[in-house]
């Protein structure tokens, strides 16, 4: 038997069933950590987009559209549940897709993508909307009150970096809102939003409300999905340059659009900050999830008395990284998510080295064993000296590395950090209160961590500015963006 043969088949996921996909297409979808084959993924046609869409039209019309609050957020603490004990299924299918290791989807990508169900469920609970009173010429007034009321189908095209909390970081309040959705999972991370669609099934949710369909962007599913016009609004994760083109999609009609974008993140050590603790936490931002993090920081801004010690030091836990299986408890980085990615990294590499940097460290492949050799791995990497001008310190890299500058005054680090067209998030660390506060309101970002890094309440915003999106997601931020606020007057 052949390779071929023996493949798993990724199916998409279309009225309640999974289906094959009618083009007769389908393509690879392979594991990063040993690059060999996980499943013949099938590749959704036109018609199969059209259908996924009119599923999830007619569920806005039946069981599902007439269900009370109630019964919807039980539902969706059900499916949290649901996804809580198929644990291992979802661990191992995100493992196999993106390679990354057990320790980072077992602590972050499943249970989040558990928790995204159940905190949207309890917004909708528990935000009320707001009521006036207006006083009307006969003295008897007139009262005016919101209703929300869900926005219809909803188009989800979401990302391959956590790709199960990314995506049900969006389908959670969106169903919270009564919506349904057609998700177009990343083409380099297929399975987990497959499996979903088991899970929907198990706990009762109606046919159509959850739809998956596969395949690629531009000419392809995510295309013709964005450019489709049953589709009512439409939340993205990804690309600035992706984001582009989805708003030029969603101007037919004039869809509105949720768009969580790239960032060219910046970090600031001062150097009366807490040594030990902003060591560990840039290392996690630089480096977690192979640098995989749109949140993750590629450029610090070290003050400069603590500078020579900053780089040492984060070297070292730079150097401490074990690569290999990723179901192994030891392992702690993975590889990156494909052939094409790993080529865009080592490109800055050379960059790096082409424009003079300083190689702290890696800036090559690790050594990994045997078995995994034909996997995408690169070392995580620090360089000193580069130009700010430089493209390594102003374009996402979105791999595991950093640019470490020095600074010597606030307003030269806050100025290093701002000069940039994105603004996601930044990491600031100081024992300075007053300094952290005013830092923190300077930075040009849609979140500013202060003596932290990806501590995430799902009750507060998240979002960026500038080339970093559009729009806020997250608490009642997500009401806003998934339902319609309609305001009632009744003449008393
Ligand atoms: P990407 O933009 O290449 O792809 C994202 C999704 O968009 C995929 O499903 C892809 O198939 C689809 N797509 C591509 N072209 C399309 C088109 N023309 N029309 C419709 N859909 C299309 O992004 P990626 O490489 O998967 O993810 C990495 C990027 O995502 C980085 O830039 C990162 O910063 C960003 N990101 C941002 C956030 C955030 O919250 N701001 C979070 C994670 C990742």
């Known amino acids: 038997m052949n390779a071929h043969h023996e493949a798993k088949e990724t199916l998409l996921f279309i009225n309640g069933k999974h289906v094959p996909a009618t083009s007769g297409k389908s393509f690879d979808n392979v594991n990063p950590a040993t690059g060999r084959l996980v499943s013949k993924v099938h590749e959704a046609s036109r018609q199969d987009v059209d259908a996924a869409v009119r599923a999830a039209r007619e569920a806005l019309d039946g069981p599902w559209g007439r269900m009370s609050v109630e019964q919807r957020t039980t539902m969706l603490h059900a499916v949290a549940n649901e996804i809580s004990r198929r644990f291992d299924d979802f661990l191992q299918a995100e493992i196999a897709d993106t390679g990354k290791p057990r320790s980072i989807a077992s602590h972050i990508d499943i249970p989040r993508g558990a928790a995204n169900f159940k905190v949207f469920a309890d917004v909708v609970k528990n935000v009320p909307t707001e009521t006036f009173m207006l006083d009307t010429p006969d003295g008897k007034g ?52 497959t ?8 706990v009762g949710v109606p046919p159509g409300v959850y739809n998956v369909i596969h ?106 990284y074990k690569f290999g299986n990723p179901l192994d408890g030891e392992t702690t980085m993975g590889p990156l998510v494909s052939r094409t990615h790993m080529e865009k990294v080592r490109s800055y590499f050379a960059q790096a080295k082409e ?41 996402e890299i979105f791999g595991p590395c950093v640019h470490l500058c020095p600074f010597d005054r606030e307003e030269e680090a806050v100025a290093l950090a701002n000069d940039t067209e994105y603004g996601l998030a930044t990491t600031i660390w100081t024992t300075d209160l007053a300094r952290a506060h005013r830092v923190a309101a300077r930075i040009n970002v849609g979140i500013a961590w202060v003596n932290s890094w990806f501590l995430r309440d799902l009750r507060t915003s998240f979002g960026g500015q500038g080339k970093s999106g559009i729009g806020r997601e997250g608490g009642v931020h997500s009401l806003e963006f998934y339902t319609e606020l309609r305001n009632v007057c009744v003449k008393l």
């Open 142 to 193: 007139a009262l005016n009150y919101g209703v929300r009321v869900p926005k219809g189908v909803v188009g989800v095209i979401s990302p391959w970096n956590l790709p199960l909390l990314l995506m049900t970081w969006k389908v959670g309040p969106a169903l919270a809102c009564g919506n349904t959705v057609v998700v177009k999972p990343s083409e380099e991370t297929p399975s987990t939003a």
């Open 215 to 320: 395949g690629f962007g531009p000419d392809s599913v995510g295309q013709w999905l964005t450019e489709h016009p049953g589709v009512n609004a439409i939340t993205f994760t990804g690309e600035t340059r992706t984001g582009e083109a989805i708003m030029r999609a969603a101007a037919h009609g004039v869809r509105p659009v949720s768009f969580e974008l790239g960032g060219k993140n910046a970090g600031i050590v001062f150097a009366d900050a807490d040594f030990e603790a902003a060591v560990e936490g840039i290392a996690r931002a630089a480096f977690a999830n192979t640098g995989q993090v749109c949140l993750g920081t590629e450029r610090v801004y070290v003050e400069r008395p603590i500078f020579d010690r900053f780089v040492a030091a984060l070297k070292d836990k730079a150097e401490s």
């Open 355 to 395: 424009q003079g940097a300083t190689i702290v460290t890696g800036g090559g492949t690790p050594e990994v064993p045997r078995e995994y050799a034909e996997g995408f791995w690169v070392q995580p990497t620090i360089w000193t000296g580069l130009p700010e001008s430089s493209s390594v310190i102003r374009e």
């Open 195 to 202: 499996l979903l669609g088991e899970v929907m099934n198990a």
